[in-house]
């Protein structure tokens, strides 16, 4: 079995969950050598966490993988492309190969001999727009760079930034609103409630894309929603940072929201007459901006 090898705990994330999958996929096939595939998966896991043996997954106990005699190991590229193809629902499938995507990242990462052939072959089944939107919809895609000028900044050979380059491409396509595939899965958080997971998602984004006033206004959105669930102590510092971050937008930008949400920033910080003027001047820019109109109309009935 591989040695662990020192990694980021960046590098660890969703590598579990991952693995864990491939063992159900394997388990599930109709493959006469499972047992081997099933221990290949368990030393790449050791990799990067010596728990992958150390507590073993019902399924490798389930094939002795632990016994001798020791199961043959795959070389990780024929690993990958193995898993990948095994025949599975629909559904299972996309979400195999979705994490295969992410997780083959790390086999580009590990120095392991680089097969073209199969390597190509990993390409045409990986990198196709319905793996890559189970990829954006995971959670664990924040860890990939959102830009390739952010892949070269982190180190990535030149392998791992062609491996990722495709799916940047795709997620930096826009809507006929000009709004990016990215920008669009964010939004999808904000109206689910998951405000931390839109908060890590819209800052990597904005650290990449800082004139991109969609990503800035689903940012300051999250930051304003979540401001209602902290301390007293804790909101007041995250309403502080937002309205900086507003202002900072307002002052380039004509958006309205950008002055609603300067109105909703104040208001938690009960600075009424602030949040007063910028609910006005929301209506002086647009008159038919009702979310403004309707603030306004709160206040008054709270006030009398």
Not at 43 to 49: A, P, Q, T, V
Not at 148 to 173: D, I, K, N, V
Request: one cysteine or more.
């Amino acid at each position: 079995m591989q040695d662990k090898q020192p990694n980021s705990a960046s590098a660890r994330v969703g590598i579990d969950y991952a693995i864990k999958l491939s063992y159900t996929a394997v388990d599930k096939s109709d493959r006469a050598d499972k047992r081997d595939l099933i221990y290949s998966l368990l030393c790449f896991g050791c990799m990067f966490d010596e728990a992958f043996a150390a507590q073993p997954d019902p399924v490798v106990k389930k094939y002795g993988c632990l016994s001798a005699p020791e199961p043959q190991k795959m070389d990780l590229y024929a690993l990958a492309h193995t898993i990948v193809s095994l025949e599975m629902p629909a559904d299972r499938q996309k979400e195999v190969r979705a994490n295969w995507y992410m997780l083959f990242a790390y086999v580009l990462l590990s120095g392991a001999p680089h097969d073209e052939q199969l390597y190509d072959d990993l390409c045409e089944r990986l990198q196709t727009p319905e793996v890559f939107a189970a990829v954006l919809s995971s959670r664990y895609s924040v860890y990939i760079p959102a830009t390739a000028e952010e892949a070269q900044a982190q180190g990535a050979p030149s392998l791992l930034s062609a491996w990722y380059a495709p799916y940047q491409r795709y997620c930096c396509e826009r809507d006929e609103k000009g709004v990016t595939r990215e920008t669009a899965e964010c939004k999808r958080l904000l109206a689910l409630g998951k405000f931390d997971d839109v908060l890590l998602r819209c800052e990597r984004l904005l650290a990449a894309f800082p004139d991109d006033e969609q990503i800035a206004l689903t940012d300051i959105a999250a930051r304003v929603s979540l401001s209602g669930a902290t301390d007293s102590k804790s909101r007041t510092a995250l309403l502080k940072d937002t309205l900086s971050l507003i202002d900072d937008y307002a002052d380039i930008s004509d958006n309205v929201y950008f002055t609603y949400f300067r109105g909703l920033t104040l208001l938690g910080l009960m600075d009424t007459v602030g949040a007063r003027n910028a609910f006005t001047a929301c209506l002086q820019q647009d008159a038919s901006f009702e979310s403004a109109a309707l603030m306004l109309k709160g206040m008054d009935a709270y006030e009398k």
